[in-house]
T-cell receptor, first 113, second 112 residues
């Protein structure tokens, strides 16, 4: 199993540009989530999904969109990038939302100029 | 709102020492607590998962305990090695809305 994969590893955007961060898992996990990690602020939940076709907002959803058309994929879209979105983004998955072990991807380091 | 605190924020020890990392949380309505390790520039690696009904879990030199009633968990590392140097994060998975809350982590340095 590849586990949780994320692409790209690094990305530089200009303010106002849009892009999609990709996340995929091959463990047939129902629950997937996106976090951002910033110095001094820890990991914060952006959006999560409890299954295909179902998504919900986390702690810091503004400026981000998600969709879950398949069990395997959970892309995160930045609609109009802002410097405040400079961060490291992690995707995670677990068997379901009932508190199973979470597995994390390697992260995407995003810089918005 | 669940709050997770990890103390100390940083810890430096000589190789071979046994050490304890602390994690406290404010709301005991949790499914489980998970300890992670994060190396610089890398993702999070799961170390141990303790279900809310359990008291402890062990893996090799690591032992994690959970006292849900007092809102505390500890990660015990025996015979520390330089390779244990990393940031250790704890996360609680809340029964309310099924979301996880992370602590800010403890950065451990083990000196040879």
């Amino acid at each position: 199993n590849a586990g949780v994969t994320q692409t790209p590893k690094f990305q530089v955007l200009k303010t106002g540009q849009s892009m999609t961060l990709q996340c995929a898992q091959d463990m047939n996990h129902e629950y997937m989530s996106w976090y951002r990690q910033d110095p001094g602020m820890g990991l914060r939940l952006i959006h999560y999904s409890v299954g295909a076709g179902i998504t919900d907002q986390g702690e810091v959803p503004n400026g981000y969109n998600v969709s879950r058309s398949t069990t395997e994929d959970f892309p995160l879209r930045l609609l109009s990038a802002a410097p405040s979105q400079t961060s490291v983004y992690f995707c995670a998955s677990s068997y379901n939302s009932g508190g199973n072990e979470q597995f994390f991807g390697p992260g995407t380091r995003l810089t918005v100029l | 709102k669940q709050e997770v605190t990890q103390i100390p924020a940083a810890l430096s020890v000589p190789e071979g020492e046994n050490l304890v990392l602390n994690c406290s949380f404010t709301d005991s309505a949790i499914y489980n607590l998970q300890w992670f390790r994060q190396d610089p520039g890398k993702g999070l690696t799961s170390l141990l998962l303790i279900q809310s009904s359990q008291r402890e879990q062990t893996s090799g030199r690591l032992n994690a305990s959970l006292d849900k009633s007092s809102g505390r968990s500890t990660l015990y590392i025996a015979a520390s090695q330089p390779g244990d140097s990393a940031t250790y994060l704890c996360a609680v998975h809340n029964t309310n809305a099924g979301k996880s809350t992370f602590g800010d982590g403890t950065t451990l340095t083990v000196k040879p």
